[in-house]
Nanobody
Framework: QVQLVESGGGLVQAGGSLRLSCAAS????????MGWFRQAPGKEREFVAA????????YYAASVKGRFTISTDNAKNTVLLQMNSLKPEDTAVYYC?????????????????WGQGTQVTVSS
């Protein structure tokens, strides 16, 4: 059973940067897809970015493309989300999740293991 633990959230001013980490333990090779989602108060969970563990494929939501970068550190079983040029609308709880099928990477129902989330707050 995969377990995921996020870290790296915090408070930052608009235009600043944060790097989120997601440490995966008990990873099975069948868990090939990793994603980041976010949820703001009163809103549905929103897809942010996805990557394969080998890092050969990445995909971003239009709202973060060009500002966020997802990557993996296979030696540490860690998925990273580098967030630059942050905006107040990026404020949310950020979750990492593991799934299987790349074709369904934007659908939260594809992911069967979720971390506890980390709060990101961007002040204007």
């Amino acid at each position: 059973q995969v377990q995921l633990v996020e870290s790296g959230g915090g408070l930052v001013q608009a235009g600043g940067s944060l790097r989120l980490s997601c440490a995966a333990s008990g990873r099975a090779f069948s868990t090939s897809l990793m994603g980041w989602f976010r949820q703001a108060p009163g809103k549905e969970r929103e897809f942010v970015a996805a990557i394969t563990w080998r890092g050969s494929s990445t995909y971003y939501a239009a709202s973060v493309k060009g500002r966020f970068t997802i990557s993996t550190d296979n030696a540490k079983n860690t998925v990273l989300l580098q967030m630059n040029s942050l905006k107040p609308e990026d404020t949310a709880v950020y979750y990492c999740a593991s799934g299987r099928y790349w074709v369904r990477r934007e659908n939260p129902d594809e992911y069967d293991v979720w971390g506890q989330g980390t709060q990101v707050t961007v002040s204007s």
